[in-house]
């Protein structure tokens, strides 16, 4: 079995851990976050009202225009979760490379939207998620205007990109909502959030949340949080997989074959952020720095380990990253 194999085995096994997985869920109950898992396909939502629940039918034919690393992990994620079926999501793709990968996922495929593709793809769907490269958008949007009618409802993931030009550029009165996911909804463990345009409806929320807390942790921001969250979750995957990769190196150094060291290194950083979001009885998270100081004895290994880290600066280059990642999402605007 593959390092790769086996951590997602612990992930199941982890889904499959049915009073850990009350906590977790009872602490999103409480914050207004909602946690899902693609592996134990059942979900606990708090919808953003208390209308009716959005079901698997009524999330309607849902389109991607574009459909990359991000739209691939969103579509792999819905339909893991059991949002929706491959046939019920079209695509609007460029290359033939994408094209023919997503048509191996079982999905409706039409082409560049900027040469009838966005037109062809508004034709069959009611939500339609935008997920080129936020300097693509402008040209995409273009090609769709013409096509969006008053069924549809606009999903955008483009970093950086803000509402008021999203809607500027749309037709008058278009049902507009910006997301910021990040690729683990591939596995049912995004962290994700939204944010409502001036038309979305109530019943717009619901969809969208519905979609996206399937595949993972949901939360609804004010629009002047969103680069921030760019900067955080929706960039965080890449710091931590650069953390795991120095982890895994270490450990190579220190003697350990590489898939050891690799399958370790992910599981103490999954298993690590679990204890955070379970370490709650009242619905607060438990400072990270409290579980950190509880495992640290005096001159011991870890506080051997954690000066090395302290002396180069980890937590302000950590800071700092975050920081730079919302700067560059807030100047994309
Ligand atoms: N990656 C992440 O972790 C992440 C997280 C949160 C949000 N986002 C946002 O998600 C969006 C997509 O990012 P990504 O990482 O998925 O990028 P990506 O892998 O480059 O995917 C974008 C896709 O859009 C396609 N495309 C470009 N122009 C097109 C057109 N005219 N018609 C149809 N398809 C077109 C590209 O096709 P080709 O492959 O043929 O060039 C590509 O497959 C960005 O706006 C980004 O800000 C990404």
């Keep these: 079995m593959d390092a790769m194999h086996m951590l997602l085995k612990d992930v199941d096994q ?27 396909r059942r979900t606990t939502r708090k919808k953003p009202n208390n209308s009716s629940r959005v079901s698997t ?18 579509i792999c994620g819905f339909v893991n979760a059991g949002m929706c ?7 609007s793709v460029r290359s033939e490379e994408r094209s023919q990968r997503m048509l191996s ?5 039409f082409g560049d ?4 593709g966005a037109a062809e793809l508004a034709e069959v769907v009611d939500t339609i998620f935008l997920s080129v490269k936020p300097q693509y958008l402008d040209r995409v949007i273009e090609s769709l205007k013409p096509h969006v009618k008053e069924r549809h409802l606009i999903v955008s993931i483009a970093a950086g990109v803000r509402l008021a030009s999203l809607e500027a550029n749309l037709p008058g009165g278009t049902r507009v909502i910006r997301v910021m996911p990040n690729t683990p909804c591939l596995i049912g463990q995004a962290a994700s959030a939204y944010v409502l345009g ?3 409806t109530g019943e717009d929320a619901e969809k969208v949340f519905a979609l996206i807390s399937s595949c993972g942790l949901a939360v609804n921001v004010e629009e002047r949080m969103m ?12 710091y931590v997989f650069l953390f795991l990769e120095a982890m895994a190196d270490g450990a190579v150094a220190a003697g350990l074959p590489r898939e050891k060291a690799m399958v370790l290194a992910a599981q103490t950083v999954a298993g690590a952020a679990r204890m955070v979001l379970e370490s709650s009885s009242d619905g607060t998270l438990t400072h990270p720095a409290l579980l950190k100081d509880r495992v640290a004895s005096p001159a011991g290994t870890t506080i051997a380990g954690l000066t090395e880290l302290e002396s180069a600066g980890m937590r302000g280059i950590i800071m700092r990253a975050v920081k730079a990642a919302a700067k560059r999402s807030e100047d994309m605007g």
Excluded: Y
């Design 14 to 40: 982890l889904n499959g851990d049915s009073d850990a997985r009350r906590k977790v869920e009872e602490m999103a109950t409480q914050m207004d976050i909602t946690m899902s898992a693609s592996a134990s």
């Design 57 to 74: 039918s009524s999330a309607g034919r849902i389109g991607f225009i574009g459909a990359g690393q991000m739209g691939e992990a969103l």
């Design 85 to 91: 079926t491959p046939d019920r999501i079209s695509v």
């Design 105 to 109: 996922l079982g999905v409706q495929v």
């Design 113 to 116: 939207a900027t040469l009838g």
């Design 198 to 200: 001036n038309n979305a």
């Design 227 to 238: 680069d921030a969250v760019t900067g955080l979750s929706g960039s965080g995957p890449a």
